[in-house]
């Protein structure tokens, strides 16, 4: 039998990649200049969130390609059993030479899950070093996000991204309420009553788990994918701070997300009033331009390590690849040279500005907040009992599609109240964006959210 090839179209091609999403292939981002991501059909889209706040310089800046190219011809890779490289210790002079807060030292990795993993053996570590091998707990909180590694995923608060993997993951890790103000502050408690609260539920974890058996309390500083660039309130650092020190634990801050300058300063922890044991930094450290992260150890940590055994007990194969290295010393250096934490700070100011004008009175919009260039607006069903929309609805994903046909590319995510309800926009526009920009990406998630709240309510 012959089959008529007129009869019998060819399939629509489907990709050997595992997206994300393995129903709908996300279209191809074919290129970048600035602010803008092009796709193959050559169709410009404002990147006002850098991905999930990355691309911190935006897309093909010169000097970093610059960087790039000159230590791809120089040296690609060494093995870190082998060798150390001039850029890799060039980075680490760039991170912690000048100590800030006491951090001494910086081991380098691929991305933020790895640099997670690595703070929580480095303090499990450290404890042993001292003599205190019972500790072995780590105290975090609900509704944060530490990555997607099991380890990460263990000490990420996110019910939603947790539930698949719960028989896999450690009890090592317990949960206290997030600083999270607009779900969590109660009707008539002042901030200083909500942080007093929040400080005696952690004392309280600490004595539930033996205050002794606790190695270390881990929080984001400006809380990003899981409920939208939420700040702590005033005096929260300090007094989490103050229970941990209280039991000899260790402070870990993950700045994967809100670090490198994203909130106006190049540490997010230099507006708590506080300094970590252990820092975690990824996303603006390398800007996009190389995969890499870094866990930053205080000189106490490290000191223990080289006076005891004399090693961290870790590793991986593509740990302070020099290609990466390459990127984030470059994308430090530009930060530096172009004054770009000022420019964080003032855009932020308008950016704010802006946002309060467009949703600040917005039936479903019920909180903007957040700090630098590093904000984000909770969608509700109703502004006034702060009810959030069903989310079989799916809000962020309408809001993210509506965005996208309007030519902007932001990062709306649900589950902000609860790991499963709930849904906020998240914008994190890159350092080198101008005021224009700022007020295109503002009038443009203006534009989506209403497209997707008519979408469901008419
Ligand atoms: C605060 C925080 N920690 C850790 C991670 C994990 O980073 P990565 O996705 O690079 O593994 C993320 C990623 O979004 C993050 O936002």
Not at 220 to 226: H, Q
Request: aromatic share 6%; proline share 5%.
């Amino acid at each position: 039998m012959t089959i008529s090839s007129a009869a019998s179209p060819a399939p629509a091609r489907r990709s050997r990649l595992l997206h994300r999403n393995l129903r709908e292939d996300p279209p191809v981002a074919a290129g970048g200049h600035g602010v803008w991501l092009v796709d193959a059909q050559g169709r410009e889209v404002l990147d006002g969130s850098g991905g999930a706040a990355v691309s911190c310089l935006g897309h093909g800046h010169p000097r970093v390609l610059a960087a790039l190219a000159s230590q791809a011809q120089k040296l690609a890779y060494a093995h870190t059993s082998f060798y150390t490289t001039e850029v890799a210790e060039a980075l680490a002079d760039d991170l912690v030479g000048h100590e800030p807060g006491g951090l001494a030292a910086a081991y380098l990795v691929c991305g933020g899950s790895e640099a997670i993993e690595t703070a929580l053996k480095l303090a499990r570590q450290y404890f042993l070093e001292i003599g205190q091998p019972q500790r072995a707990r780590i105290i975090a909180r609900r509704q944060s996000y530490h990555g997607n590694t099991l380890g990460a995923l263990a000490a990420g608060g996110h019910g939603g991204r947790r539930k698949a993997f719960a028989p896999l993951l450690a009890d090592a890790f317990s949960h206290v309420t997030p600083a999270y103000a607009y779900r969590e502050q109660r009707a008539g408690e002042s901030e200083r009553d909500f942080v007093a609260r929040l400080a005696a539920e952690l004392e309280a974890e600490f004595q539930r788990l033996g205050p002794d058996t606790v190695a270390a309390f881990i929080a984001e500083p400006v809380v990003g994918g899981t409920t939208g660039c939420v700040p702590a309130p005033e005096g929260y650092f300090p007094a989490m701070r103050v229970v941990c020190e209280r039991h000899g634990a260790l402070l870990i801050l993950d700045e994967v997300m809100c670090g490198m300058g994203r909130t106006g300063t190049l540490h997010a922890w230099e507006q708590e009033g506080v300094v970590p044991d252990i820092q975690t930094i990824a996303k603006g450290l390398g800007g996009g331009y190389g995969a890499i992260g870094a866990t930053l150890a205080s000189g106490k940590i490290v000191e223990a390590l080289r006076n005891g055994s004399g090693a961290l007990m870790h590793g991986h194969t593509y740990m302070a690849h020099p290609l990466g290295c390459a990127a984030a010393l470059a994308v430090q250096r530009v930060i530096r040279e172009d004054g770009l934490l000022e420019r964080v700070r003032s855009l932020g100011q308008l950016l704010e500005k802006r946002l309060i004008e467009r949703f600040g009175n917005h039936h479903h919009v019920g909180d903007v907040r957040g700090r630098g260039l590093f904000y984000g607006i909770e969608i509700v069903a109703d502004r006034a009992s702060k009810a959030p929309f069903d989310p079989a609805l799916k809000m962020h994903a309408r809001i993210k599609r509506a965005a996208l046909e309007r030519g902007l590319a932001c990062y709306p995510a649900g589950g902000t109240v609860d790991g499963v309800n709930g849904d906020h926009v998240l914008l994190a526009p890159p350092y080198i964006c101008t005021p224009r920009d700022i007020e295109m990406i503002v009038e443009r998630v203006g534009e989506a959210v209403d497209a997707a709240v008519k979408d469901v309510t008419h």
